[in-house]
């Protein structure tokens, strides 16, 4: 009897070793779940911030590109109010001394 005793004390004591060593384990589990969480969540901000750096760029350079298109516009605009003024004015001139002439005459 005292050996069974001594026994069952003796696994009852292995048990509770184990039990301690699985909860030394679990929370040794559970410490790198939380840190792999955290990862995660870090990860996920860095995707978002580099959408959102992303997003600026490509506003930046559409940005940049209505502006050269604006610009080339006025250029345009430019060139042809010269060449309207390139045009006219050597036309008009014959026309009005043609007129003149013919006037005094």
Sequence with gaps: MRHLISSLQNHNHQL??????????????QAEINKAEELRARARELEERERRESKKLADEEALRRLRAGEEHIELLQRRLAATKQSRITPQMMYDVMYVITRDDV
């Design 16 to 29: 509770k070793g184990d039990v301690q060593r699985y909860k030394r384990k679990l929370r040794e589990v």
